[in-house]
């Protein structure tokens, strides 16, 4: 383990850990299978509200939208707290998927996703590394321009 929780990891780059974001569905942000915690799609929420929507390349940009995918990251990292009561329980991100609300002609989504990616680098050092994906799509909920989900294994 590193010498400094994720918590307090989060705090010294400037970020707080959110409240869980409440579903816009029927849903719930988090479930527990075995040792893996999967997150539903985490949408930019800040208190409560999307930072921005709209299109990616067209109404959002790709800088912004990468600063969107990491807000993502940490409400998923909120909902995988929610389940498992403490981000220092957290053996390895596996598995991110990132979906990009995007406009017909933009095709830099990874760089998008890049966003949610570097910030469990950051965070986590090694057990932020993962496998992903990066998808552009027409539209996501309350025309979000961004969204994430985590597969998280735990200990």
Do not use: W
């Amino acid at each position: 383990m590193p010498s400094a929780s994720v918590e307090q990891k989060l705090s010294e780059l400037g970020y707080t850990l959110p409240e869980v974001s409440a579903p816009v569905a029927s849903y719930v942000p988090a479930v527990i299978s075995g040792t893996h915690v999967y997150t539903a799609g985490q949408l930019p929420f800040v208190d409560g509200s999307l930072e921005a929507t709209g299109k990616v390349g067209a109404e959002v940009d790709q800088e912004t939208a990468a600063k969107l995918a990491a807000t993502c990251a940490l409400n998923a990292l909120a909902a995988v707290k929610s389940v498992i009561g403490d981000l220092d329980r957290i053996k390895r991100v596996v598995k991110v998927v990132g979906f990009v609300a995007s406009d017909v002609s933009f095709t830099m989504q990874p760089h998008v996703v890049n966003g949610a990616s570097n910030l469990l680098g950051e965070v986590l050092g090694d057990r932020g590394v993962h496998a992903r994906s990066a998808v552009g799509v027409a539209v996501l909920p309350l025309d979000a321009p961004v969204e994430v989900e985590l597969v998280v294994e735990f200990e």
